[in-house]
């Protein structure tokens, strides 16, 4: 494979595709016998037992194209409209949902020749959004048999690394492949330090059971740019509160944090810059249609800003207008550019 140049390589789990459900009592998912977190892990069974609770209640569901990064990769190029090079390295499953999700990807003109086929099946996630809960959904999700890390090649894995701007992997990776990931953001740093310096490794911590897997030294070493809420950072890091977690993941002031706190807005710290970004407009609950992916697109929007060389400010700017429009939609992608 030839070294290609690009803006923004994302590396994921696996491919998986969302089942996006409409609001559902909290209560549900407790007398499922399943704890109310943001994100777990269940098996293909569960799912389709749940899946068939929910329409015997009337519950209707959309199916998307989804999974963290993979939202956000697609979530960038629509915004770059064309402008930006952006990759996915990721295994897909021999299957229509794998199929399915890398063509999702190719319609919003990510390159996906680092996609990997294997044997198996492709994921699933069940995203119900929650009422009566202080959580606003929760992911039930399934990986498939297929796994990025065991299939991936480290030569290919490097001429993706060596011309590109930012390389994000998804924090979920630490819940089951901590080794596995921590090896390979090793290598990412030794190219990183001996064939481009201008390599921003980043690292979105994904959901609070995952960041808790998390080594604070590690991320501090080989991490530049760490994106995740509140919650997530606070797992990570056991501080609740933006100031004591930048004292100690940034003490260096040469990191990028993405510090999001849902109705509170978030904070951006860009090395020794940081600002206080306030959250959207008010927006009536009947604009909410669909929460899953706002993270997501806020990431998006914050790096769309950053490889245009907007100040840290109108990054977020950028950022919350993405995640607002998001939340107004079913799924987690854009329709279309908003800047």
Known sequence: MSIQQ?????????AIVDVIVEPTDAQFIMDEGLPLAEWQLVSREK????????????KKYTQMAGGQLSNTIANLALLGEGQLNTAILCAFGDDDLGQYFKESLQNASVDTSGMIM????????????????DLSKTMLTYLGDVKTLE????????NFCIDTRYLLFEGYFFKNEQTEVEELIRFA????????????????????????????????????????????????????NFEEVNQLLNPNKDKTLI?????????????????????????????????TGA???????????????????????????????????IGARLQKPLV
């Open 259 to 291: 510090y999001t706190n849902g109705k509170e807005g978030a904070v951006l710290a860009v090395r020794e810059q940081i600002e206080q970004i306030p959250p959207a407009e008010y927006l009536q609950a009947a604009e909410i249609v669909d929460v």
């Open 118 to 133: 294997g044997e198996g099946s492709s994921g699933l996630c069940m995203s119900i959004s929650l009422t009566n809960s």
């Open 295 to 329: 993270g997501d697109g806020f990431l998006a929007g914050v790096l769309y800003g950053l490889l245009n060389n907007k100040s840290v400010a109108e990054a977020g700017e950028i950022a919350t207008k993405v995640s607002t429009q998001i939340i107004k939609t």
């Open 189 to 240: 740093s030794e190219i990183q330090t001996l064939d481009n310096q201008g390599l921003t490794i980043g690292l979105t911590l994904s959901s609070a059971n995952a960041a808790e897997c998390m080594e604070v030294d590690f991320i501090r070493q080989h991490i530049n740019l760490i994106a995740g809420n509140k919650e997530e950072f606070e797992a990570l890091t056991g501080r609740d």
């Open 47 to 58: 799912q389709i037992h749940i899946e068939q609770q929910l329409k015997d209640l009337g």
């Open 151 to 158: 299939l991936i090649d480290k030569e290919a894995f490097r």
């Open 6 to 14: 690009f803006d923004v390589v994302v590396v994921r789990e696996t």
